[in-house]
T-cell receptor
Framework: AQKITQTQPGMFVQEKEAVTLDCTYDTSDPSYGLFWYKQPSSGEMIFLIYQGSYDQQNATEGRYSLNFQKARKSANLVISASQLGDSAMYFCAMRPHLGSASKIIFGSGTRLSIRP | GAVVSQHPSWVICKSGTSVKIECRSLDFQATTMFWYRQFPKQSLMLMATSNEGSKATYEQGVEKDKFLINHASLTLSTLTVTSAHPEDSSFYIC??????????????FGQGTRLTVV
């Protein structure tokens, strides 16, 4: 069975500090993709970063980096130098199969609050 | 990045009426679109996979006669909530991928529709 687990329902972080959001996954598929999305209070889903299961290096996108540990099946999101605008819900997601018809499954999310 | 437009962004309807939500890919074609439902403070739950030119694939526990999906073109999928009840009140959001792109690329999401049934 495919599953995404986010064990931190909520986190508070001081502005300008780095924060790590945890994500573990379970799949038997040899090829898969891992995603992180940000959902502000407006509800839109904002794509942050992607990691392919065969990628040798950890993905980075600006202040976002993904700490991919394949053997441990973890894909933690690291946000450096947090900003007040980073306060939102963050979802880890996985697409177990390749192909446009393959569906993304989501974790339960982590609510991140940045303190000024 | 690619743009997915969802309309309306919010709707209030009376119990027993039907509501149609549209999901359009604006600058790419999508043979497949996905419809999700999100209750307050919860995650996105996949309801169904919308396939252009064929029947939608529904997830277990989702009533296909209740949530009608039509994917008549490569850029438009619609979700109709039929005979809506207050328990159908939720946030509905669609996503789509550019079918020309191979590999495990991101899915783009619409803005979501907040449905309130009174």
């Amino acid at each position: 069975a495919q599953k995404i687990t986010q064990t931190q329902p909520g986190m508070f972080v001081q502005e300008k500090e780095a924060v790590t959001l945890d994500c573990t996954y379970d799949t038997s598929d040899p090829s898969y993709g891992l995603f992180w999305y940000k959902q502000p209070s407006s509800g839109e889903m904002i794509f942050l970063i992607y990691q392919g299961s065969y990628d040798q290096q950890n993905a980075t996108e600006g202040r976002y980096s993904l700490n991919f540990q394949k053997a441990r099946k973890s894909a933690n999101l690291v946000i450096s130098a947090s900003q007040l605008g980073d306060s939102a819900m963050y979802f880890c997601a996985m697409r177990p199969h390749l192909g446009s018809a393959s569906k993304i499954i989501f974790g339960s999310g982590t609510r991140l609050s940045i303190r000024p | 990045g690619a743009v997915v437009s969802q309309h309306p962004s919010w709707v209030i309807c009376k119990s027993g009426t039907s509501v149609k939500i549209e999901c359009r890919s604006l600058d790419f074609q999508a043979t497949t679109m996905f419809w999700y439902r999100q209750f307050p403070k919860q995650s996105l739950m996949l309801m169904a996979t919308s396939n252009e030119g064929s029947k939608a694939t529904y997830e277990q526990g989702v009533e296909k006669d209740k949530f009608l999906i039509n994917h008549a073109s490569l850029t438009l999928s619609t979700l109709t909530v039929t005979s809506a009840h207050p328990e159908d009140s939720s946030f509905y959001i669609c996503s789509a991928r550019d079918h020309r792109k191979t590999g495990n690329t991101e899915a783009f999401f619409g803005q979501g529709t907040r449905l309130t049934v009174v």
